[in-house]
């Protein structure tokens, strides 16, 4: 009798912690939903869960980032935990982002993200891609805070957080691929020195002396062609192709915001600020100006 | 002369929102859009009320279009050495100096937005060179100055440069010596343009990109 009480006294101190939370930190993972919205109260409005979706199954199509958003009707015990499990579980092998938030809850929403594979990088790359992530998910949250409504900080929030891992997806899909070049031109490398054995040494030697010259012979022209030229250090700068925001259904441009009208008075203006500058910079007497 | 290099060799596109400075506004009235809209949500305005407001032909797409004769030959050769010299150090923008005078009514912003759009363009080089172009127009009727950007080049340059830049300039617009002007906007570009590059490397590195994006 005495044993059968102390079990359901201690039965019953270990149900008690988690009764009335809905979502327990280490009960099932709920299925992965497939449009990357778990909110089974139906708090988000139709109009901005459809657009947190347009933007989730983009990152996830174009850059396999997995972005989850989970509203909950109440806090569970440890948030944070539940989100990094759910994310892990959900995430597929790939980078996944999990937007958690409850509704009138302080400390909502918040942001969790990790990759859910051991990647095969050295460390350098690992602790760089940790600091990125990082700062990818301090960047999204400090862009949520300031934002009024909780429904905004929700929309706004899983978009950031879509187009920040999207973006982290493809420098980690530039890595693998960098690694594997990187990987397959030592081992062709090897395999090419095995087959001819001893006959590489003096080809080396030839290739290795050509080489050599090409290369002084090229630095010897680039250095005359480069004197007097740009300010630019390095040679020219050339940025990154972009998918535009095309817009307004004009092909080439959407438009530019800079208008700078001139008027007399402005001069004065501009010729005086000037040298307010200068007289701070060189703390010139103020009894010349 | 700067040989042009193919996709493959700068990279992967990367959508131009990660990488944007400002934001969108409507040509019309101004106001600012979240996203890329077929017509402003707020005036209803697109690339065709453009057309209807001026409902004339376009003129061709030049380094300096100039109907009106404002700028000498030797300040077109000046025109040209900068922009040559500025083409060496970034060989993808084309920068577009349109000198017109303007109704005051009409905004220089929205008369750009449409020159950049309904300027023909003839081959696949030019659709890749517009979309890598800047105009700066200038209104010589009313003193004022515009600088819009084609789709390619606008996600990296920073408005408050391009003001920054023509307000240095107030003199030379004011007394209409427009060569000068531009000779300086030219000069003063690179620094807008270096300052973009810096961001672009600054923003790569964070994110481990290697040099050649």
New interface residues.
Partial sequence: MVKTIFLVVIGALLVLPMAGQAFPVSGPVPTRPLDGIFDPEGWLEESIRAAMVRKILNAREKQSAQVFVVVLPERPSDERRLAARWGAEWGQGNLWGVLLHVPGETGFPLFEADLARSPVWNDQ?KA??ER?LA?ALAKVRRRDRVLPGEREQVARGAADLA?EL???S??MR??DR?NAQARGDRAQRRSGQEEQGGRILPAAIVIGSLGGLSVLILFLLFRKSGEG????EGG?????????????????????????????N??GD?LRGALRKFRATKRVDNRFW | MVADRNQSELGEAVPAQWLAVNGMFCPGCHRAVAEAVEQCPACGYSGGKAVDKFPFTAPEWQGVIDPDGYLGDGERREIEEATVRLRESFPQPRFCFCLVGLERETDPREFAFWLMNASPVRDAEEERRRLWSVLFLIDHAHHRVSVTPGYAIEPFLNEESWRSLLQWEVRSFLEGDYGTAIVRCLNGAAAVLSEAALRVQEKSGRNGRDSSW
């Fill in positions: 790359q760089e891609f990125s700062e187009d999207g973006y982290l493809m420098v530039r890595m960098h030229k740009a300010e630019v020219p700068i050339w940025f990154p192709e972009t998918i535009p925001r095309k817009r307004f259904r004009a092909p080439w441009s959407g438009g530019g915001n800079v208008l700078v009208e001139f008027r007399r402005e001069e501009i």
